[in-house]
């Protein structure tokens, strides 16, 4: 542990975003359509992830080694009554991907998400064929909780997509 570290998304992490937000690859696995990004589209998302909301947070996930950018963390839908948030990640540079550093990412996010926010509870969706991120999550403490049935539109096909979750208190593994 302590190859990474969270912040908030800069400007300066432009180019990266725009990068991996255009990787047709890279969204064969999340649940979110593929749409091609703009630079100037790009740097309005990055803007508006700037500012403070009491609906979502976004982070830049680091390498501690060099502060290399290597992906992003996003905790959405904020519920400061119920007290749950939803989570949205990826690792963007793909040679990085596979090491450890989404897991060490998502113990340090459960980490500020229960002890400094003061949430419960964290979810996660992940399409049903995502073998790797269920596995993943898996090890990182998190349990399967629902399906939703034909709920996200890959490739023209109608997939599940798996709810899983998190509670302060559960277990959170800490195996790489």
Same mark, same amino acid.
């Given at each position: 542990?302590?190859?990474?570290?969270l912040r908030a998304l800069e400007i300066g992490d432009l180019?990266?975003?725009h990068k991996w937000h255009n990787d047709r690859e890279l969204y064969k696995n999340l649940i979110g359509t593929f749409h091609f990004s703009s630079r100037a589209a790009e740097e309005k998302? +990055?803007?508006e992830k700037q500012v403070f909301s009491q609906k979502e947070i976004n982070l830049a996930i680091c390498l501690k080694e060099n502060s290399q950018h290597i992906g992003n963390f996003y905790i959405k839908n904020i519920d400061w009554t119920a007290r749950n948030a939803m989570l949205g990640a990826l690792i963007g540079e793909k040679n990085l991907q596979g090491k450890g550093y989404g897991t060490e990412a998502h113990h340090l996010?459960?980490?500020?998400?229960?002890?400094? +926010?003061?949430l419960n509870r964290l979810w996660v969706q992940v399409l049903e064929d995502n073998t790797q991120s269920l596995k993943h999550l898996e090890k990182c403490g998190y349990t399967v909780e629902g399906r939703f049935r034909k709920h996200a539109l890959k490739n023209g096909q109608f997939k599940d997509v798996i709810l899983l979750g998190i509670c302060a208190g559960d277990d959170i593994s800490q195996s790489g």
């Open positions: 542990m302590g190859q990474v570290y180019d990266r975003t998302w +990055l803007s996010i459960a980490k500020y998400a229960f002890q400094d +926010l003061g």
